[in-house]
């Protein structure tokens, strides 16, 4: 039985790697839409905001807070000093700077007065970040001035003796919390989730095309010859099934392959991959032997892969990285948005075999469940 | 041209009765846009950080609470620092704040790659400042007075004295794509499956070619010409339906200002010329059926990708920007783009048009040559 079973599968197989059409599917696709975005978002995440401090009080606080201010910036951030504090809007219209904070005339006095003060915040309803980012850093220089006039009401009730030195001493201060940077190791590509994503919509179809020809076959009496002779249907179907597998791992291998080792995309853990490839592949294989097998007609079972596949590659995020939402929830419910967690899993949190397991079980039972299903709806097929 | 129609009218009828193509020119786009609408629908005013607290102290905690209320920060919580380190490197979160016990120093993390700490550190550091008022005062006065006279003085400090607060304002107008997600969605989406449905088509002309219809129509006395703009007729209107469908969702469902008719009207038209003929000149190349589809679902894919219908293409750099823009999505995006947020006329994107025009007359021919070689020499 297995000669026959290898014999059916090696058949397929040849006849799969000479099809171009399944060529341009299983690797020309999805290596050429991972460069793709790949080129377009390369360089990872990047934000550069430049916040200007427009100085309309002249005061001495005010001074000393645009003094603070500006040059301190950082990684992406920077803070300069607005010429005319009379024309922040012209400043902002023009796009010299993203957002300007301003301290409007009066402000000194009315801080030491102990009366209610403000900040104001100028930006451009286009770029609604740096505005916000802007009305933080206010927030932090208001909270300083608080903080100092605070002190200096409490140290009067408290009786203290030298209030001014209370006042210098809590603008000294640091914050109570401090804030330090740390970086996180290793990079990700995009790439790596591209890849694999397309590789399993493109294998949805590679496979069903390969589950149908069983169809196809009995329609064209192929079938009822081949078990004509001594081959029994199960060796008939169990060889198809192997066809079905070697063609996905081995398509899914060498996208990996071709995007790790030719354009430097890398999909993390060697084993964990392979492992997860395997995984996926059983799963997409087994839900087309399912439609395969409950399908009426051959155009039937055409229609119902190609709507699942693209169901689920929407579902499951093949299409967008990092989404929120009822999107974020739903792909864990489809197998290749499972799958691509196992992937990122592997990539970008740098987890072992070990780290994906729940994800690699989840799939193979799919996929086993499914089979089974599908491969005894085809044998009743086969039969009839 | 009743003949024209004719065919029309048969291409018309086929094509409902495929189910796929029912599914991919209806229900898929309508879907996509609804996930889209619902998924990335956040303001884009505050940048995603992902937040790890084991044991906050009480400060700890008011931090916590302060940068959940920032305006400048979209704060997610995390328990593993596995998943929070994952979305770093993924650039789905723009960084990471890590708020330990009291007394140890809040760590801001970012991706080695990226730029854009100092947005982070700059907010974390204000809402320091924010929740720091109380124990820097009692911290200075308890230099001088007992601890708890000096917390009682804060305490009646805090509520006297007025607060300093900060207004911000905004200067010009949000433009419609920025205010409505679904804007920028209806649009991407029907330039994406638009040409991609017009791509699908090319199966049923390959099997129609297979079965020697364009020959057939040669022994007709209306010829090949009459045939073939029949079929372009049909196509071309396939495409205006769906973008009927598409564009009635948003106006109807989303409320999405489209912008001066007219303009959208001609932009629609000319768009799916291009995308009726870009298919009948695969239809006219590709061997069998199942090829035809094998390169219309990674095309589409791939020339909507570069033609900035799944992110704009202000997002990505000039090279990929100037390569986008040798797709008809790309042209198609920029009109869009000026009808939705800057109220342009038919003037406003004549430029636009005119490339489109070109492509649409370019593929026209190329697929009136293919079909017409085919049909002469049995190709």
């Known amino acids: 039985m297995w000669r026959t079973t290898w014999l059916i599968a090696a058949l397929g197989l040849r006849r799969s790697l000479r099809d171009r059409s399944i060529l341009i599917q299983a690797l020309v696709a999805p290596i050429v839409i991972a460069l793709v975005v790949g080129a377009a978002f390369g360089s990872g995440f990047s934000l550069n905001v430049t916040i200007g401090i427009a100085d309309a009080d002249r005061s001495e606080i005010s001074t000393q807070i645009a003094k603070g201010l500006v040059g301190?910036?950082?990684?992406?951030?920077?803070?300069?000093?607005v010429g005319d504090p009379q024309s922040v809007e012209?400043?902002?219209?023009?796009?010299?700077?993203?957002?300007?904070?301003?301290?409007?005339?009066?402000?000194?006095?009315?801080?030491?007065?102990?009366?209610a003060a403000q900040l104001d915040v100028v930006g451009a309803a286009t770029d609604p970040l740096a505005t916000s980012v802007a009305q933080a850093v206010a927030g932090g220089v208001a909270a300083e001035l608080q903080t100092a006039r605070v002190t200096a009401v409490a140290a009067n009730q408290a009786g203290v003796e030298d209030v001014t030195a209370s006042i210098q001493k809590a603008v000294a201060s640091p914050p109570a919390i401090t804030v330090e940077q740390g970086e996180v190791d290793g990079t990700f590509s995009v790439m790596a989730y591209f890849a694999p994503g397309m590789a399993m919509l493109f294998l949805f179809f590679i496979i069903g095309d390969g589950a149908r020809s069983i169809v196809a076959e009995r329609k064209q009496g192929t079938l009822p010859r081949i078990l004509a002779a001594p081959v029994s249907p199960t060796s008939v179907l169990l060889g198809k099934t192997a066809q079905v597998m070697v063609v996905g791992v081995l398509s899914m291998t060498a996208v990996w392959l071709i995007t790790w080792l030719g354009f430097g995309a890398d999909w993390g853990d060697p084993v964990g991959v392979f492992v997860v490839i395997v995984a996926a592949v059983t799963a997409i294989a087994g839900i087309s032997l399912l439609i395969t097998g409950f399908a009426r007609t051959e155009?039937?079972?055409?229609?119902?892969?190609?709507?699942?596949?693209?169901?689920?590659?929407?579902?499951?995020?093949?299409?967008?990285?990092?989404?929120?939402?009822?999107?974020?929830?739903?792909?864990?419910?489809?197998?290749?948005?499972?799958?691509?967690?196992?992937?990122?899993?592997?990539?970008?949190?740098?987890?072992?075999?070990?780290?994906?397991?729940?994800?690699?079980?989840?799939?193979?039972?799919?996929?086993?469940?499914?089979?089974t299903a599908g491969l005894l709806a085809l044998r009743n097929k086969v039969l009839s | 041209m009743r003949a024209a129609?004719?065919?029309?009218?048969?291409?018309?009828?086929?094509?409902?009765?495929?189910?796929?193509?029912?599914?991919?020119?209806?229900?898929?786009?309508?879907?996509?846009?609804?996930?889209?609408?619902?998924s990335f629908g956040q303001s884009n005013s505050r940048l995603p950080v992902g937040l790890l607290s084991e044991n906050p102290g009480p400060l700890g905690t008011s931090l916590i609470?302060?940068?959940?209320?920032?305006?400048?920060?979209?704060?997610?919580?995390?328990?593993?620092?596995?998943?929070?380190?994952?979305?770093i490197r993924m650039g789905t979160v723009g960084g990471g704040v890590d708020v330990p016990a009291d007394g140890s120093p809040v760590q801001v993390y970012v991706q080695q790659a990226?730029?854009?700490?100092?947005?982070?550190?700059?907010?974390?550091?204000?809402?320091?400042a924010q929740v720091s008022t109380r124990a820097v005062a009692v911290d200075v006065l308890s230099g001088d007075v007992p601890v708890a006279r000096a917390e009682a003085a804060v305490d009646d400090a805090l509520a006297q004295v007025p607060p300093v607060t900060v207004a911000a304002r905004s200067l010009g107008a949000v433009n419609e794509m920025e205010e409505n997600r679904f804007a920028s969605a209806v649009p991407s989406q029907l330039m994406l499956f638009v040409f991609l449905n017009g791509l699908l088509g090319a199966s049923a002309l390959v099997q129609a070619r297979q079965l020697r219809v364009f020959q057939r129509t040669l022994a007709t006395p209306h010829g090949l010409?009459?045939?073939?703009?029949?079929?372009?007729?049909?196509?071309?209107?396939?495409?205006?339906?769906?973008?009927?469908?598409?564009?009635?969702?948003g106006v109807l469902s989303f409320g999405i200002d489209f912008g001066n008719p007219v303009a959208v009207a001609v932009l629609v038209v000319v768009y799916s010329v291009i995308a009726g003929a870009a298919g009948m000149l695969l239809g006219g190349i590709a061997k069998t059926p199942g090829q035809a589809v094998a390169v219309a679902v990674p095309a589409g894919i791939v020339l909507g990708m570069l033609g900035g219908?799944?992110?704009?293409?202000?997002?990505?750099?000039?090279?990929?920007?100037?390569?986008?823009?040798?797709?008809?999505?790309?042209?198609?995006?920029?009109?869009w783009n000026q009808i939705i947020n800057d109220g342009a006329g038919l003037a406003g994107i004549a430029t636009e048009l005119a490339v489109l025009t070109g492509f649409a007359v370019g593929l026209s021919a190329l697929a009136v040559w293919a079909l017409g070689r085919h049909a002469r020499t049995g190709r």
């Open chain 1, 72 to 81: 301190s910036g950082g990684d992406g951030i920077a803070f300069s000093a």
């Open chain 1, 90 to 115: 012209a400043a902002v219209e023009s796009g010299s700077y993203d957002a300007v904070v301003v301290m409007p005339a009066g402000l000194g006095e009315a801080v030491l007065a102990g009366e």
């Open chain 1, 299 to 371: 155009n039937q079972a055409d229609a119902l892969t190609t709507i699942v596949a693209l169901l689920f590659a929407v579902a499951g995020g093949t299409f967008f990285l990092g989404a929120t939402g009822v999107l974020n929830t739903m792909r864990l419910f489809t197998p290749n948005g499972l799958a691509l967690s196992a992937f990122v899993d592997l990539s970008a949190a740098q987890s072992g075999l070990a780290g994906v397991m729940p994800q690699v079980l989840l799939l193979l039972a799919i996929g086993i469940g499914t089979a």
């Open chain 2, 5 to 38: 129609l004719a065919t029309a009218r048969v291409e018309w009828i086929r094509f409902f009765r495929d189910r796929i193509a029912m599914f991919s020119t209806i229900a898929l786009p309508v879907v996509l846009v609804l996930l889209i609408g619902l």
């Open chain 2, 65 to 87: 609470n302060e940068l959940e209320q920032s305006a400048a920060v979209d704060v997610t919580l995390y328990t593993d620092r596995r998943d929070l380190y994952r979305d």
């Open chain 2, 114 to 128: 990226s730029s854009g700490a100092g947005v982070i550190l700059s907010t974390v550091n204000a809402a320091a």
């Open chain 2, 225 to 249: 010409g009459v045939y073939l703009s029949g079929l372009g007729a049909s196509r071309v209107a396939i495409a205006l339906l769906q973008s009927a469908i598409l564009l009635g969702l």
């Open chain 2, 309 to 335: 219908t799944m992110w704009p293409l202000s997002v990505v750099g000039p090279l990929m920007s100037r390569i986008g823009h040798l797709t008809p999505q790309a042209w198609a995006m920029d009109a």
